[in-house]
Nanobody, 117 residues
Framework: QVQLVESGGGLVQAGGSLRLSCAASGARFVINTMAWYRQAPGRQRELVAHVTSGGSTNYADSVKGRFTISRDNAKNTVYLQMNSVKPEDTAVYYC???????????WGQGTQVTVSS
């Protein structure tokens, strides 16, 4: 069973920066894609960014040029650097990993990010 521990959320002013971290433990197999999702009140959970085991990245249009996803494979940790944040970035951010040959999916518990205007 893979456990995901997220950290780094909090309150930030618009235009500021925040860095989220998610450390995975307990994985017996290779961690494939690592990703960040978010869910704002009354809205569906959406993909923010993902990074493959080879380092390829993909971003939602709404965060391109502002957010950067990265991973440290030695630490089984994925990061989300959030710059120039906006009030509409306010949401609970969830870490997501896919593990092994069958891409088993695991979720973190979520961390709240609140951007004040």
């Amino acid at each position: 069973q893979v456990q995901l521990v997220e950290s780094g959320g909090g309150l930030v002013q618009a235009g500021g920066s925040l860095r989220l971290s998610c450390a995975a433990s307990g994985a017996r197999f290779v961690i494939n894609t690592m990703a960040w999702y978010r869910q704002a009140p009354g809205r569906q959970r959406e993909l923010v960014a993902h990074v493959t085991s080879g380092g390829s990245t993909n971003y939602a249009d709404s965060v391109k040029g502002r957010f950067t996803i990265s991973r440290d494979n030695a630490k089984n940790t994925v990061y989300l650097q959030m710059n120039s944040v906006k009030p509409e970035d306010t949401a609970v951010y969830y870490c997501n990993v896919r593990v092994g040959r069958y891409d088993y999916i695991y979720w973190g518990q979520g961390t709240q990010v609140t951007v004040s205007s």
